[in-house]
């Protein structure tokens, strides 16, 4: 199993999950965002999934991938309490920033 901290510390991994938040989607519509090959797009894949970010449901023969959200939140609720902050008290100082 990936860290999650490896998996998440590579920029491209970054915008993939952030894609994946607004939908579920196929790896060739997540390469469409992307200009790099497929193969590397399934080498990120099998990091995220590895690590426990992403969730991979196959239908007929297609892969969907879609975050996963508990895994996810596991990370915010770190940081959280490394910051010393609620979720709540996060969401009002990043609300606050913009």
Do not use: C
């Given at each position: 199993?990936?860290?999650?901290?490896?998996?998440?510390?590579?920029?491209?991994?970054?915008?993939i999950?952030?894609?994946?938040?607004?939908?579920?989607?196929?790896?060739?519509?997540?390469?469409?965002?992307?200009?790099?090959?497929?193969?590397?797009?399934s080498?990120?894949?099998?990091?995220?999934?590895?690590?426990?970010?992403?969730?991979?449901?196959?239908?007929?023969k297609?892969?969907?991938?879609?975050?996963?959200?508990d895994?996810t939140?596991?990370?915010?609720?770190?940081?959280?309490?490394?910051h010393?902050?609620?979720l709540?008290?996060?969401?009002?100082?990043?609300?606050?920033?913009?």
């Amino acid at each position: 199993m990936e860290s999650p901290w490896k998996a998440m510390a590579d920029d491209n991994r970054k915008k993939i999950m952030l894609l994946l938040k607004k939908k579920s989607m196929t790896p060739t519509e997540i390469l469409s965002h992307f200009n790099f090959t497929l193969p590397a797009l399934s080498t990120h894949l099998r990091i995220l999934k590895s690590s426990n970010r992403v969730n991979e449901k196959k239908i007929g023969k297609n892969r969907l991938y879609s975050t996963n959200h508990d895994k996810t939140f596991d990370m915010m609720k770190f940081f959280g309490q490394v910051h010393g902050y609620s979720l709540n008290s996060l969401k009002e100082f990043l609300e606050n920033e913009k």
